[in-house]
C-alpha cells in the first residue's frame, strides 16, 4: 500500500511542478509551487522523515512560498501584464533534457546494494538534541541572520513605498 501512496504522491508532486514551469500566470505557478511542495513532504513521510517533512512544510510552504507570492504582488512589472520572455530557453532546454536522461538512466541501471539496511534511529528528537546543544551557537547565528534579513527587507520595503 505503500508504493501506491507512493506513486501518487510523485505523480502529483510532478504534475505540480510540471505547473510550475508551464503556467502562463506567475501567481498560478506560485500556487502550483506550494502543492509541489506539499507532496514533496508526503513523500518525506513516506520515507520515515517526519522532521523533513515538517520543515519542507513550515519553510517551504509556509514561508518561501508566501514571501513569493508578496514579491510577485509588490512587483509593478508584473501586475501591470508585461510581456516576460527568457532569453535562455535552450540552454535550459538542453540541461532538462540531459538531467532527464541521467534520471532515466539511473532508473534503468538502479542502485547496488552493498549490505544490510542500516538501522532507523529516533531522527528528529536526536536532531533536536544536537541543534540544542552540540550545534546551538550556529544555530543561533542563523537565526539572528535571517532576522536582520527579514527587517532589511522590511526597511527597504517601506522607502519604495513612500
Given at each position: 500500500m505503500t508504493e501506491v501512496f507512493f506513486f501518487a504522491l510523485a505523480v502529483f508532486t510532478v504534475a505540480a511542478a510540471l505547473l510550475v514551469v508551464l503556467a502562463r500566470n506567475i501567481v498560478h505557478s506560485a500556487v502550483a509551487l506550494i502543492f509541489s511542495f506539499c507532496g514533496v513532504a508526503g513523500i518525506y513521510v513516506l520515507l520515515d522523515a517526519e522532521f523533513l517533512a515538517a520543515?519542507?512544510?513550515?519553510?517551504?510552504?509556509?514561508?518561501?512560498t508566501i514571501l513569493l507570492l508578496f514579491?510577485?504582488?509588490?512587483?509593478?512589472?508584473?501586475?501591470?501584464?508585461?510581456?516576460?520572455?527568457?532569453e535562455q530557453v535552450g540552454a535550459s532546454a538542453v540541461v532538462a533534457v540531459g538531467t532527464t536522461?541521467?534520471?532515466?538512466?539511473?532508473?534503468?541501471?538502479?542502485?547496488?546494494?552493498?549490505?544490510?539496511?542500516?538501522a532507523t534511529r529516533e531522527t528528529t528528537s536526536t536532531l533536536g538534541?544536537?541543534?540544542?546543544?552540540?550545534?546551538v551557537l550556529p544555530f543561533e547565528v542563523a537565526s539572528v541572520l535571517l532576522l536582520a534579513a527579514m527587517v532589511g527587507a522590511i526597511i527597504l520595503a517601506r522607502r519604495e513605498g513612500e
Open positions: 520543515v519542507q512544510v513550515l519553510i517551504y510552504v509556509g514561508g518561501i514579491a510577485i504582488m509588490l512587483t509593478t512589472r508584473i501586475a501591470s501584464g508585461a510581456e516576460v520572455f527568457n536522461a541521467i534520471l532515466i538512466y539511473a532508473s534503468l541501471v538502479g542502485i547496488q546494494i552493498s549490505g544490510q539496511a542500516p538534541r544536537l541543534l540544542l546543544t552540540t550545534h
